[in-house]
């Protein structure tokens, strides 16, 4: 009985000194109060590796001996006690760790591959994986992984609801299965990926962030294995620093990127600041911005004619379509606006629209990236406001010279060379004229533009005189020269642009013959309704005979001798019998039709056509007269139109 208590209080002593963490000085107390050797046999056990095994086999040993049997269990307490208490301060070590680890990481892929590894090492699982939530698409998808040897599991996708991992991000609560394929709680979508894997046992808890999930991490294993509440919390834990440290790594890169696209914009800005200063033009602005963002910009004025392109294979002369669009409404809200074709921002001039510029294919710019757009459209603005004060003056001092060369009557030769001279043109040299006039006054400023830019490649000089666009080229190949400069003119122009050319003219007063012949060219042509035409002195035919003093002395008395009378009775009574003289030949002398191109009554119509046959005679209507009389019409609109100017 005494030998059962000394046995009793020494195994009480060995647990009582075991949760003090076995000092020294008290395991030797117990040994030397313990006289009993299976008591002595079990602490020695729980000093060796693979205690709980050996004390199993002792528990065996000792049979039904109460006193022994109760040793040996309280030594197996006691060796489970100082497992799970190893367990926990492994746990705590490793969380510790964990925490400290990703407090110091900054990269968002470096944070989420540390908090696999970390969770697949803490819970000694085969394999440990992360998926984030889309929220756009409803999906989870797997983010990052460790210990997973298939590339359909790194790149799986399921359903919220889909799944283990579905149902956590779900319910937002934690699940574990010992036996993935044969539990029926979730819906099985993904188990052909699953099952090629061998995933077996899972366990997934959210990552929960302010109440908002952002994403499932998993613990798993291939083979079956039950989790208990403490691997499920240790998880849990896990799961709560990694959602801290995701966030963190979220903000670090938010203000990293914003550090970027800050350093970004300013490195753009002093770019384009230089190019200021260097003289740079528009399509320089348009290759630095082209190369910042990796993308196509068009620069188009109001008229949606390209100004400038970088960035991709150009040619074409306006914008259509979506892109059109953008660049209208951009001018027309005087904002950049996101559409699909990309980010339009208008160029502007105090209250004048100059241009907008369009990046093309992006609509996910940042608002440093889109005040970068809008600084470069600043620098636009001061570049064209340059280019134009530059151009006006030019073209001020190139008109005047212009001017004066064709005037009437031309100022001193000998002037006029050296002002030329100071332009860099020779007028000694052979020149042929080119008038190029826009059917549409809008439509002058860029055919003006166009034609002055060919002229200045074709080393000449281009102004604007009276309503019209004249350009002095050295060459002596008229047909050629009028030619080209009608192809530049009319691709800058909405509307139709009539162009003439004369000489080529070796001196002032040669080109001063030369303009005349071109402005008559450009008269002819609108007279008889061809605008848009081309045309040199040679091509007119039969009305080649309006050139020269003479030959417009003897149209001016046919036309006299033809049409004096119906001129004279116009002029003294303020009558329209010329006119319906014009719209009966123009509707092939169908009475109806003239009277409804006149806007008169067909009475009206009669009287007037009696009216003229007492002034022309009975024969005017038909054979020979009516040939003469509509020839007379046509010469007399020609030279009344090339004494207004065209």
């Not at 998808?141 to 799944?163: C, E, H, N, P």
Request: proline residues 3%; aromatic residues 4%; hydrophobic residues 45%.
């Amino acid at each position: 009985m005494r030998l059962a208590r000394k046995r009793t209080y020494a195994a009480r002593l060995c647990y009582e000194c075991v949760g003090a963490e076995f000092s020294g000085e008290e395991l030797k107390r117990v040994k030397s109060v313990s006289a009993d050797g299976v008591a002595r046999r079990a602490l020695e056990l729980l000093t060796q590796p693979d205690t709980e095994r050996a004390l199993a086999d002792l528990l065996t040993e000792v049979g039904e001996d109460a006193d022994a049997r109760a040793s040996v269990e309280l030594a197996l307490s006691v060796s489970h006690s100082l497992r799970e208490r190893e367990r926990r301060q492994r746990e705590l070590s490793g969380l510790y760790e964990t925490a400290g680890d990703l407090s110091s990481l900054r990269d968002l892929e470096q944070v989420l591959q540390a908090i696999v590894a970390r969770a697949r090492s803490l819970l000694g699982t085969d394999m440990a994986y992360l998926m984030l939530i889309d929220k756009q698409a409803g999906e989870a998808y797997v983010r990052v992984t460790d210990g997973v040897q298939t590339d359909a599991f790194k790149s799986a996708r399921l359903g919220i609801g889909d799944g283990l991992g579905g149902l956590v991000a779900q319910t937002r609560r934690p699940y574990a299965t010992a036996d993935y394929r044969n539990d029926m709680r979730f819906r099985h979508t993904v188990d052909h990926i699953t099952g090629a894997e061998g995933l077996v046992a899972v366990q997934g808890v959210p990552l929960l962030l302010r109440g908002d999930i952002i994403g499932v991490l998993f613990a798993a294993n291939r083979r079956e294995r039950p989790f208990d509440d403490a691997e499920v919390a240790l998880l849990i834990s896990l799961a709560n620093h990694a959602a801290i440290a995701i966030e963190t790594a979220s903000l670090f890169g938010d203000v990293r990127a914003h550090s970027e696209m800050v350093e970004r914009a300013a490195s753009v800005h002093e770019r384009l600041t230089a190019l200021v200063a260097e003289g740079g033009h528009l399509p320089d602005v348009a290759a630095v911005i082209a190369e910042e963002f990796d993308r196509q910009l068009i620069v188009a004025d109001p008229n949606l004619r390209v100004l400038a392109t970088a960035g991709a294979a150009g040619g074409a002369q306006v914008v259509d379509g979506e892109q059109a669009q953008a660049c209208r409404a951009a001018m027309d809200e005087r904002a950049t606006v996101s559409t699909q074709a990309g980010y339009a921002t208008p160029v502007v001039a105090g209250s004048q629209i100059l241009a907008a510029l369009l990046l093309c294919g992006r609509t996910d710019l940042a608002h440093a990236d889109v005040r970068t757009l809008e600084r470069a459209a600043l620098v636009s603005a001061i570049l064209l406001l340059t280019e134009r004060s530059i151009a006006e003056a030019e073209h001020r001092v190139r008109g005047e010279l212009l001017d004066d060369l064709f005037a009437e009557p031309q100022p001193d030769a000998a002037g006029l060379r050296r002002r030329a001279r100071l332009l860099g043109a020779d007028l000694d040299r052979p020149h042929v004229v080119v008038v190029a006039h826009p059917q549409l006054a809008e439509d002058r400023r860029a055919v003006s533009s166009a034609v002055t830019a060919w002229a200045r490649e074709m080393g000449g000089l281009c102004g604007e005189h009276g309503r019209s666009v004249v350009a002095l080229i050295p060459s002596g190949d008229p047909a050629t020269v009028v030619r080209g400069g009608a192809e530049r003119a009319r691709k800058r122009a909405a509307g139709p642009v009539t162009v003439g050319g004369g000489g080529p003219g070796s001196s002032p007063a040669a080109m001063h013959q030369a303009y005349r012949d071109a402005r008559q060219c450009v008269d002819v042509l609108t007279a008889l309704g061809q605008a848009g035409g081309v045309a040199c002195p040679a091509d007119l035919g039969a009305f080649a005979l309006l050139f020269g003093p003479a030959g417009r002395a003897r149209v001016d008395s046919f036309v006299r001798d033809v049409l004096g009378p119906v001129l004279d009775h116009d002029a003294r009574r303020g009558t329209e019998l010329l006119r319906t003289i014009e719209a009966y030949y123009a509707c092939d002398a169908n009475l109806a039709r003239t009277a409804t191109m006149l806007y008169i009554h067909i009475n009206t119509l009669y009287q007037r056509m009696e009216r003229i046959t007492a002034l022309l005679g009975e024969g005017w209507r038909g054979g020979q007269a009516a040939l003469q009389l509509h020839l007379a019409v046509n010469l007399h609109r020609i030279t009344t139109s090339a004494a207004h100017g065209a």
